[in-house]
């Protein structure tokens, strides 16, 4: 109970973390068609129109990693009351959005871009308080 008290920040935006990344890839993982036809007209029009079944295996791949790790760092937290695995979640997982946001910018979709910068802050944050 102490560990949590004395990390409540870091393990709340850790488990915002997981949160956001396990159920965004858990959503590509059983929604894969549905996923890649959306993206391939999101991309239509951009650089990155070839590519997109391999672009979003790799944003599948880091999203999970992302979440698993940051859900992991929790636990590490609650045990021993520091994390470098949670560290890693969250490094992870601001290289994730910035994929994300490069996506959003390159298709020109600045509203979407927008919403990735929400999720960009606490992310950042939370590596500066883990540091």
Do not use: C
Request: aromatic share 12%; charged share 10%; hydrophobic share 55%.
């Amino acid at each position: 109970m102490e560990n949590l008290l004395q990390n409540a920040t870091e393990i709340l935006l850790l488990l915002f973390l997981t949160i956001t990344f396990l159920q965004s890839g858990i959503d590509k993982v059983l929604d894969w068609k549905g996923n890649l036809g959306w993206l391939n007209g999101h991309f239509s029009k951009t650089i990155f129109k070839g590519n997109v079944p391999l672009l979003l295996g790799i944003v599948l791949v880091m999203e999970i990693l992302s979440g698993v790790l940051s859900a992991v760092g929790i636990v590490q937290f609650l045990v021993e009351g520091k994390s470098s695995i949670g560290f890693y979640g969250a490094l992870f997982g601001a290289l994730t959005l910035l994929m994300l946001l490069l996506g959003q910018r390159v298709a020109k979709d600045y509203v979407g871009a927008q919403t990735i910068v929400v999720y960009f802050i606490p992310t950042v944050f939370l590596l500066y308080l883990m540091q």
